[in-house]
């Protein structure tokens, strides 16, 4: 069977309205980031390291998100499994290898209220991928 775009589109449509909360959340904590310099200055976290993490933390979130959300229209239930944890993998080691980069070029200026702040964002952006997914397993469209 082909599968012509008017049977991707809505697919599409509606996996990018389900992503709004999360790109939103981006959008905002960068302006609240680069207007807040000052007030993170003051509170001795390094801005960039918090702005490049929500940068690499929104990006992998989205291309996880895509990845599991395709899988659930597959006609094989083992598809969304595989698809969670290769997400979770993917995240995983991405993350790793960012932080291991980062930690080796500061050696001792290493700035742990940034990381902590990027481990923040790594759950936040987590619970919303997952509630994304969770509103399309609900939806009747799916079921």
Known sequence: MQTTTTDIEPINRNMLKLARPMILFFIL??????????????KGIDQDVVIIGNL?????????????????FAKNPNVFIRAMYGGFVIKFFVIAIA?????????????????????????????MEVTAL???????KHG
């Not at 969770?134 to 009747?140: D, H, I, P, T, Y």
Request: glycine share 2%.
């Open 56 to 72: 690499l933390l929104f990006t992998v979130t989205i291309v996880t998100y895509i990845i599991s959300y395709r899988s659930l």
């Open 99 to 127: 932080a291991f980069i980062y930690i080796m070029s500061a050696k001792k200026e290493v700035n742990k209220t940034a990381l902590f702040i990027c481990m923040g964002l790594y759950l936040l952006y987590t619970v």
């Open 134 to 140: 969770f509103r399309v397993l609900k939806s009747k």
């Open 29 to 42: 904590l960068n302006a609240m980031l680069i207007t807040g310099k000052s007030f993170l200055v003051r």
